[in-house]
T-cell receptor, first 113, second 113 residues
Framework: SQKIEQNSEALNIQEGKTATLTCNYTNYSPAYLQWYRQDPGRGPVFLLL?????KEKRKERLKVTFDTTLKQSLFHITASQPADSATYLCARMNNNAGNMLTFGGGTRLMVKP | NAGVTQTPKFQVLKTGQSMTLQCAQDMNHNSMYWYRQDPGMGLRLIYYSASEGTTDKGEVPNGYNVSRLNKREFSLRLESAAPSQTSVYFC????????????FGPGTRLTVT
């Protein structure tokens, strides 16, 4: 089965620093990886999508990389703010499975002022 | 636009009782999904519907049934609730035909005693 693994330990960083979250996958590379943000008591919210043939994608302070050799995606938040504190979920999508997503367990990010 | 709505927000059931979780979307999406989220397990797909009139099993379908009532509505039914079904349930929707993001509802917190 296709697995997605994220560090279950919370990541604590100081405001203004860059947060880096890791997503590892098993077996073959997914066609796409998606990243979501989830706040307590709420549903996930889409942030970024990166395709298998893309090395990097950016959106404002967010950057996602996709390394098919390492079977890994990194999610970066630059100039982090306390409002960035949330759980971040990585999900793989295979392009032949009805847009189904397989999610990792998520990593909780805490940005301290 | 309300996006994806779910009812109820909270529910407590006794073992063996049945209930239906309701989900509706107003974005004219073809695909809809039901997930459950347990601590440390991430989101796991229960059932999905790629289009009106079709439904398919996801990763954890046992103990659940679904109905795609029309394009807007996708319901999840627990016929005989078990304590193992205590979880937070999320409904989501997306466009089809490409790598589209999923839009999630606010969730239903279900406790089975």
């Amino acid at each position: 089965s296709q697995k997605i693994e994220q560090n279950s330990e919370a990541l604590n960083i100081q405001e203004g620093k860059t947060a880096t979250l890791t997503c590892n996958y098993t077996n073959y590379s997914p066609a796409y990886l998606q990243w979501y943000r989830q706040d307590p008591g709420r549903g996930p919210v889409f942030l970024l999508l990166i395709r298998e043939n893309e090395k990097e994608k950016r959106k404002e302070r967010l950057k996602v990389t996709f390394d098919t050799t390492l079977k890994q995606s990194l999610f970066h938040i630059t100039a982090s703010q306390p409002a960035d504190s949330a759980t971040y979920l990585c999900a793989r999508m295979n392009n032949n499975a009805g847009n189904m997503l397989t999610f990792g367990g998520g990593t909780r990010l805490m940005v301290k002022p | 636009n309300a996006g994806v709505t779910q009812t109820p927000k909270f529910q407590v059931l006794k073992t063996g009782q049945s209930m239906t979780l309701q989900c509706a979307q107003d974005m004219n999406h073809n695909s809809m999904y039901w997930y459950r989220q347990d601590p440390g397990m991430g989101l796991r797909l229960i059932y999905y519907s790629a289009s009106e009139g079709t439904t398919d099993k996801g990763e954890v379908p046992n103990g659940y049934n679904v109905s795609r009532l029309n394009k807007r509505e996708f319901s999840l039914r627990l016929e005989s609730a078990a304590p193992s079904q205590t979880s937070v349930y999320f409904c989501a929707s997306s466009q089809t035909g490409g790598a589209y993001e999923q839009y999630f509802g606010p969730g239903t917190r279900l406790t089975v005693t």
